[in-house]
């Protein structure tokens, strides 16, 4: 899947240049894909749409469904909350990327009406470094003099106030934050060490139940797998229960290197999956030449 979006290219979260937001078709980026459709970097405007994506793609799951919403039977609707205000939030960190898998009329530009285009799956991308200074001499940061750096902290307090006076119903409120009370165990993952860092992280990636086993997800993964190629780096996921071949499959060849749920304390430890897997970084040129020996 050869992406046009590059670091230099990168305007904003909600840039609208069509080299910077249109990747391609499935059709030529994934020998796999069998449903046509185009994939390219998400609007603003698609903010519901990728949660509402994501609701449908984790209703069952584990984690984001049995034990983060125990209640989504009751309130349905609310269970985007959860995905919606995360996507709020980081769409505006400049080291995250969403990228979306599309179909119907007009799916690529933003001059189509939201109804016209479907969005049947969402991959949420961050770029895990050492500091926001690394990210940012890559290509995928702002300076630390850039007011846009206000955004972010600006809109996460607003969702903190939001989320207080409109709680997500269908969510367990001692479970909705497990992640974000996860965060820290895993440092040592992720390090110049073991060459694990920096790497391009899969944070989520949700295919609409009635598109899957279509290779859609595989179309999805493979963005981030190019970006670290291209950019020498690795690239790293945290599986879901069940997904693990899948990623191995994708090219995540290295692993298990861990597991979301391991250190004392940890409030992940119970969860099922949660298996590390990486592909180690590698230059652009060593798939070139492998290509070109065969």
């Given at each position: 899947m050869?992406?046009?979006?590059?670091?230099?290219?990168?305007?904003?979260?909600?840039?609208?240049?069509?080299?910077?937001?249109?990747?391609?078709?499935?059709?030529n980026?994934?020998?796999?894909?069998?449903?046509?459709?185009?994939?390219?970097?998400?609007?603003?405007?698609?903010?519901?749409?990728?949660?509402?994506?994501?609701?449908?793609?984790?209703?069952n799951?584990?984690?984001?469904?049995?034990?983060?919403?125990?209640?989504?039977?009751?309130?349905?609707?609310?269970?985007?909350?959860?995905?919606?205000?995360?996507?709020?939030?980081?769409w505006?960190?400049w080291s995250?990327?969403?990228?979306?898998?599309?179909?119907?009329?007009?799916?690529v530009?933003?001059?189509g009406?939201?109804?016209?285009?479907i969005?049947?799956?969402?991959?949420?991308?961050?770029?895990?470094?050492?500091?926001?200074?690394?990210?940012?001499?890559?290509?995928?940061?702002?300076?630390?003099?850039?007011?846009?750096?206000?955004i972010?902290?600006?809109?996460?307090?607003?969702?903190r106030?939001?989320?207080?006076?409109?709680?997500?119903?269908?969510?367990?409120?001692?479970?909705?934050?497990?992640?974000?009370?996860?965060?820290?165990f895993?440092?040592?993952?992720?390090?110049?060490?073991?060459?694990?860092?920096?790497?391009?992280?899969?944070?989520?990636?949700?295919?609409?139940p009635?598109?899957?086993?279509?290779?859609?997800?595989?179309?999805?993964?493979?963005?981030?797998?190019?970006?670290?190629?291209?950019?020498?780096?690795?690239?790293?996921?945290?599986?879901?229960?069940?997904?693990?071949?899948?990623?191995?499959?994708?090219?995540?060849?290295?692993?298990?290197?861990?597991?979301?749920?391991?250190?004392?304390?940890?409030?992940?430890d119970?969860?099922?999956?949660?298996?590390?897997?990486?592909?180690?970084?590698?230059?652009?040129?060593?798939?070139?030449?492998?290509e070109t020996?065969?």
């Amino acid at each position: 899947m050869p992406s046009s979006l590059t670091p230099s290219e990168q305007k904003s979260p909600s840039s609208s240049s069509q080299p910077t937001q249109y990747l391609g078709t499935a059709s030529n980026l994934s020998s796999l894909t069998t449903t046509p459709c185009a994939i390219r970097r998400a609007f603003f405007s698609e903010q519901r749409a990728i949660a509402r994506v994501c609701t449908a793609a984790f209703w069952n799951d584990v984690l984001f469904g049995q034990l983060i919403h125990p209640h989504r039977l009751q309130y349905p609707n609310d269970n985007d909350l959860y995905w919606l205000r995360r996507t709020q939030v980081d769409w505006w960190d400049w080291s995250h990327i969403f990228i979306v898998a599309t179909t119907g009329k007009d799916s690529v530009s933003r001059r189509g009406k939201d109804d016209e285009r479907i969005i049947i799956g969402q991959a949420h991308w961050s770029r895990i470094a050492d500091s926001e200074a690394e990210n940012y001499a890559a290509g995928w940061g702002l300076a630390w003099w850039d007011p846009r750096r206000l955004i972010k902290p600006i809109v996460s307090l607003c969702v903190r106030l939001i989320s207080w006076l409109r709680p997500n119903r269908a969510a367990d409120p001692e479970q909705e934050d497990i992640i974000e009370r996860s965060y820290g165990f895993l440092d040592h993952i992720w390090t110049k060490a073991n060459a694990r860092s920096p790497s391009w992280y899969l944070e989520s990636l949700a295919v609409a139940p009635a598109h899957r086993g279509q290779g859609v997800g595989r179309t999805l993964v493979q963005w981030g797998l190019d970006q670290a190629e291209k950019e020498g780096i690795a690239c790293s996921v945290i599986s879901a229960v069940g997904k693990e071949r899948f990623y191995q499959r994708c090219g995540f060849d290295v692993g298990p290197v861990g597991r979301s749920g391991e250190g004392e304390g940890n409030p992940l430890d119970k969860v099922p999956g949660g298996l590390i897997f990486f592909r180690e970084a590698r230059a652009a040129t060593e798939r070139e030449w492998k290509e070109t020996s065969r």
